[in-house]
């Protein structure tokens, strides 16, 4: 089964609306978890990196105001994409690695529209 | 940065048919993953090959870490295997460090 769950599937929303996409880690602890970002036709593209009970390490061309990541719990990190725009419109994913050794579990990825 | 390169970009093929798909990584790596993304987003996690050979069902993979490249078989194939296929690596000492994607293989299975 999934051991990595992501939240809301898809989003559909106007122009400057802040949208909250979740992503849990469901059996085990993540001290750090990963969020991509891929267009269509595209391939994924690390937009940062969350690191529980620090700041987020952003990939360069990112903008950290405008993409806020919080990893208040060990399973829990949260990306929210302020003020967003018909731009911002994408797929999201998470990741995070179970173990220190071992492979990266996905969530299923958020579609974000923005009208 | 590490480059990830994978071939072919596009690939079509009748039911039945096998296919061969590969991805050449620039540096040394720590992990390397084979996935599947479906029609609506899903990564599917095939594979975690560092190095070696595994297989599952009709798919296999095999990891040469000192050439730098992996190949993902796939025999029989299906229409559900249609989708884009990405090899990812991962840098680093220890697992927890982020992936790398290449820009994938789109495989269509024709009926």
């Known amino acids: 089964g999934a051991v990595v769950s992501q939240h809301p599937s898809r989003v559909i929303c106007k122009s400057g609306t802040s949208v909250k996409i979740e992503c849990r880690s469901l059996?085990?602890?993540?001290?750090?978890m990963f969020w991509y970002r891929q267009f269509p036709k595209k391939s994924l593209m690390l937009m940062a990196t969350?690191?529980?009970?620090?700041?987020?390490?952003?990939e360069q061309g990112v903008e950290k105001d405008k993409f806020l990541i919080n990893h208040a719990s060990l399973t829990l990190s949260t990306l929210t994409v302020t003020s967003a725009h018909p731009e911002d419109s994408s797929f999201y994913i998470c990741?995070?690695?179970?173990?220190?050794?071992?492979?990266?579990?996905f969530g299923d990825g958020t579609r974000l529209s923005i009208l | 940065g590490i480059q990830v390169e994978q071939s072919p970009p596009d690939l079509i093929l009748q039911e039945g048919a096998n296919s061969t798909l590969r991805c050449n990584f620039s540096d040394s790596v720590n992990n390397l993953q084979w996935f599947h993304q479906n029609p609506w987003g899903q990564l599917i996690n095939l594979f975690y090959i560092p190095s070696g050979t595994k297989q599952n069902g009709r798919l296999s993979a095999t990891t040469v870490a000192t050439e730098r490249y992996s190949l993902l078989y796939i025999s029989s194939s299906q229409t559900t295997d249609s989708g884009v296929y990405f090899c990812a690596v991962e840098l680093g000492e220890t697992s927890g460090s982020r992936l790398t994607f290449g820009e994938g293989t789109q495989l269509t299975v024709n009926p």
């Open positions: 059996d085990f602890q993540a001290t750090t």
């Open positions: 990741s995070a690695p179970r173990t220190t050794l071992g492979p990266q579990h």
């Open positions: 969350s690191n529980e009970g620090s700041k987020a390490t952003y």
